[in-house]
C-alpha cells in the first residue's frame, strides 16, 4: 500500500512539475537526489565527478521533464537513464575509470532473495572488489538491481536494452562471480 501511495504521489508531483509547479520539482529533487547520487558515485568512482553528475542529471531533469510520458517505465527509471546516459558521456571523454576512494556502504537491506544474502555474506565492499573484474554491462546491472533495487524492466529501460539482455548479463555477471568466490 505505502508503494501504491508512494508512485501515486510522484505521479502528481511529475504532473505539478510539467505544469511549472517549482515546489513540485523541488521535492522531486529531495526525494531522488540520495539515489542518483549513491549510483552516480559507484558508477564513476569518486566524490567530485559524482555530484557534477547529479547536479547535471537534475538540469536535464529540469530542462525535460515537459517530454516525459508516463509508460511501461516509472519516473525514476527515466532519471536514473538521464544520469546513466550522463556518466557514460563522462566515460567516453574520460576513457579510464579512476576511482578516488572508498564507496560508501548503502545501508543494510532487509531482502531475503538468494542473491540479496550473497551479497551480504560477501559483504558490499568485497563485492565491489569482485565486480571490478566484470564487463561494466555486467557492473551496472548487478548495481543497479542489487544495490538500488530495480526491477528487471527498469534496469533494461535504464540501460537501453531488452528485458532479455538483462536476464543474461545478470546471469553471466553471478555465474563468473561465483568462480571468482571459488578460487
Not at 83 to 92: K, Q, T
Not at 161 to 175: D, F, P, V, Y
Amino acid at each position: 500500500m505505502a508503494a501504491e501511495s508512494e508512485a501515486g504521489r510522484v505521479r502528481m508531483l511529475v504532473d505539478d512539475a510539467q505544469q511549472g509547479d517549482h515546489a513540485a520539482l523541488e521535492e522531486l529533487y529531495l526525494m531522488h537526489f540520495d539515489r542518483i547520487y549513491g549510483y552516480l558515485h559507484v558508477t564513476v568512482g569518486n566524490r567530485h565527478d559524482a555530484e557534477d553528475l547529479t547536479t547535471q542529471t537534475f538540469v536535464r531533469m529540469l530542462e525535460s521533464i515537459g517530454r516525459f510520458r508516463w509508460g511501461s517505465a516509472p519516473f525514476s527509471a527515466w532519471l536514473f537513464r538521464i544520469a546513466h546516459n550522463l556518466a557514460m558521456d563522462h566515460f567516453r571523454v574520460r576513457r579510464r575509470w579512476q576511482p578516488e576512494e572508498e564507496v560508501p556502504e548503502p545501508p543494510p537491506d532487509e531482502a531475503t532473495s538468494a542473491e540479496a544474502v550473497a551479497f551480504q555474506s560477501m559483504g558490499r565492499r568485497s563485492m565491489l572488489e569482485l565486480i571490478e573484474d566484470l564487463s561494466p554491462d555486467q557492473q551496472q546491472v548487478l548495481t543497479l538491481k542489487f544495490v538500488f533495487d530495480f526491477s528487471n524492466g527498469e534496469v533494461a529501460t535504464i540501460l537501453g536494452k531488452t528485458e532479455g539482455a538483462i536476464k543474461s548479463l545478470q546471469h553471466r555477471a553471478l555465474t563468473s562471480l561465483q568462480k571468482q568466490l571459488e578460487r
